[in-house]
C-alpha cells in the first residue's frame, strides 16, 4: 500500500465528523468573531493542493485561526499515516515520531475555548494513534507539546490575551529518542519568513533572529514533566 492510499484511509477512519462538520456554533459568535469553520470536504481538497507538504512528517504547519482543529486534525492524521508507514515496524521510533508530528502542528486561536478544544482534538487524534490512555507518558508529552503549540491569542498583531508575543517553540528530532526544543517570538519569525520563506530555517551564528529561549536535550518522558510557562 502507499504512503498516499494510507493517508485516505486514516484521514476517513480517524477524524471525528462531530468535528469536521462543525461549521457555526452559534449565531452571535458569528456576529461578535466572525467565527464560521472550513467544512471537512473543502479542508481536504485544500490539503490535496499540498500534498507531498501536508502530509511529511517534519513539514510545520500553523493555522493562524485553528478554531477547534478543523484542519489541523487531518493534519496531524496525515503526518501520523506516514508515520505509521515509514515506521510502523519499530513502536520505538513510530512512538517518537508520532510525538514529533505533533511537534510540527502549530495553531492560534482567538477563542480560548476554541483553542482548549482543539488541543483536546489533537490529543485525542494522537493517543488513539499510539493505544494510549491520558495518564501515559506519550499522552502527558504530547499535551506538554499542545500547550505550546496551539496558542490562545491574535495572530493579527501577533500577541495573546494579556499582549505578551506569541512565542513557539521549535521542536527537533535528533534521534535515539532524544528531541531538542528552541522558542522564538512569533513575530521575528514572520521578519525570517519574508527573507528565507519559511518560519523555521537554520541559524547562522550573527543571525538576527536567535532563539529567546534554548533548553538542553529532552526525552519524552522529561518533556511529559515540563511545566508550560505560556
Not at 12 to 38: C, I, N, Y
Request: charged share 25%; net charge negative; aromatic share 10%.
Amino acid at each position: 500500500m502507499s504512503a498516499s492510499g494510507l493517508d485516505s484511509e486514516v484521514v476517513k477512519a480517524t477524524v471525528p465528523k462531530a468535528v469536521a462538520e462543525l461549521l457555526v456554533k452559534s449565531r452571535q459568535r458569528v456576529t461578535d468573531h466572525g467565527e464560521v469553520f472550513t467544512p471537512a470536504w473543502m479542508v481536504e481538497a485544500m490539503l490535496d493542493l499540498v500534498k507531498e507538504e501536508s502530509g511529511r512528517i517534519d513539514s510545520r504547519v500553523l493555522e493562524p485561526a485553528c478554531g477547534a482543529g478543523n484542519f489541523l486534525i487531518p493534519v496531524l492524521v496525515r503526518k501520523l499515516a506516514a508515520v505509521e508507514y515509514r515506521y510502523g515496524k519499530s513502536e520505538f521510533e513510530k512512538r517518537h515520531y508520532a510525538l514529533f508530528s505533533v511537534m510540527c502542528t502549530y495553531g492560534i486561536e482567538l477563542l480560548p475555548d476554541n483553542a482548549q478544544e482543539c488541543r483536546d482534538n489533537l490529543a485525542t487524534i494522537f493517543n488513539d494513534f499510539l493505544g494510549v490512555g491520558e495518564s501515559d507518558v506519550w499522552a502527558r508529552s504530547a499535551r506538554t507539546v499542545l500547550a505550546t503549540n496551539i496558542v490562545q491569542g491574535d495572530a493579527l498583531v501577533m500577541a495573546g490575551p494579556a499582549g505578551r508575543p506569541i512565542t513557539f517553540p521549535e521542536w527537533g528530532y535528533l534521534g535515539k529518542g532524544k528531541f531538542q526544543r528552541r522558542d522564538f517570538r512569533y513575530d521575528a519569525l514572520t521578519q525570517r519568513a519574508s527573507y528565507e520563506g519559511t518560519l523555521f530555517g537554520e541559524l547562522d551564528d550573527d543571525d538576527l533572529f536567535t532563539p529567546a529561549k534554548t533548553y538542553p536535550l529532552m526525552t519524552a518522558s522529561q518533556i511529559a514533566e515540563q511545566v508550560n510557562e505560556q
